[in-house]
């Protein structure tokens, strides 16, 4: 009989994203289509926005700077008592840093990186959005009104992560914070080319993808970060508007074999990679549920169930910004801001 060990339930959620734009107003332009509204602005030039069925005051937190890149990722504890705990298994790693000062939507927070250097914060003490006058809903178990213009996005789902090893973070979210492995990608060595992992019953808050571009830099990169629509016309939808508009769609829609979501690929004009999530695809309520594993021969139907198939530049663009000039027209399409090249193989 196979022996589980005791799940640890000290981290409910991904709660909240802040990315770096060199382009702000052309990043909240971007959102503003997502249907994204903006709820405040801080003395540093930031910018917090939220979907319509985000329950707490933001979600995404926009950060003026001269690159593309994430700024932090922001777990929610399940209580006062769960963060403690967490915190001390931190303070026991070289990854934990500090507490920090309560700050705009949330209580005071503990930070802390992954093995590679990931910038990460848990918390418990949160405000909730409360909605006024037009922002109201007759819906009362809606936070917010949906939004009446552009395609409005419903909700945060997950972030993905670039890594230069796979399974020392997939460790590292395991043991430290209770994390489950829900699907992996297998190379032949052994070790693991990508990884989904959650905390809840949806398939992954946060995946980790092994970087094509490892040995060129020296501190981490992010991949993307997705908001969930809850009905895969809506990418549909959203195709249209954003070719309209000129915005550059890395791929999609399409439908992944890991997760079984529906989904769609954009640069926002910040640089930052953005995943649409038209359904959530399936879940998982079992408490034994064993990781699947994709082999290599596997892995064209893991990431693309059906639809075209991902460019190159999906497994190797990432920000802050490798210039690469594998993918340099890439590069030319949206326009970012170029930084170290590496040249093609």
């Not at 250097?117 to 922002?135: C, K, L, Q, R, S």
Request: aromatic content about 12%; overall charge negative.
């Amino acid at each position: 009989m196979t022996v589980h060990t005791e799940p640890i339930f000290d981290v409910a959620q991904l709660a909240m994203v802040a990315l770096y734009t060199p382009k702000l107003a052309e990043s909240l332009a971007f959102f503003s289509i997502l249907g994204m509204k903006q709820v405040h602005k801080d003395e540093d030039g930031a910018v917090y926005l939220r979907a319509y069925e985000d329950p707490y005051k933001y979600s995404l937190k926009l950060i003026p700077h001269h690159e593309a890149g994430l700024a932090k990722v922001s777990w929610r504890a399940t209580s006062e008592q769960a963060l403690q705990r967490r915190v001390k298994e931190l303070e026991s790693r070289v990854e934990g840093e500090k507490w920090v000062e309560p700050s705009y939507g949330r209580g005071s927070a503990y930070e802390f990186t992954t093995p590679e250097g990931h910038p990460f914060e848990i918390f418990f003490d949160v405000e909730y959005f409360e909605a006024t006058g037009d922002n109201s809903s007759k819906l009362n178990n809606r936070p917010q009104r949906r939004p009446l213009h552009g395609i409005p996005v419903r909700r945060l789902d997950h972030v993905n992560l670039l890594a230069k090893s796979v399974d020392k973070n997939v460790d590292f979210m395991r043991d430290a914070l209770g994390f489950k492995l829900r699907e992996y990608l297998s190379k032949p060595t052994g070790e693991k080319g990508a990884s989904w992992l959650s905390v809840s019953a949806l398939v992954h808050e946060i995946a980790f993808m092994e970087d094509d571009l490892k040995d060129h830099y020296d501190d981490y990169r992010f991949h993307h970060v997705a908001f969930w629509y809850g009905d895969p016309q809506d990418l549909e939808y959203l195709g249209d508007a954003l070719t309209e508009l000129d915005y550059k769609i890395e791929a999609g829609p399409l439908k992944h074999g890991v997760s079984q979501a529906k989904c769609m690929y954009v640069i926002e004009p910040g640089g930052n990679r953005i995943e649409l999530f038209g359904d959530t695809g399936y879940l998982i309520f079992d408490p034994t549920f064993e990781p699947v594993e994709w082999k290599e021969s596997d892995a064209e139907k893991a990431i693309i169930w059906y639809g075209a198939p991902l460019p190159h530049s999906y497994f190797r663009y990432g920000t802050p910004v490798v210039e690469d000039l594998e993918i340099k027209q890439f590069y030319d399409d949206i326009k970012v801001i170029k930084a170290k090249v590496v040249e093609p193989n």
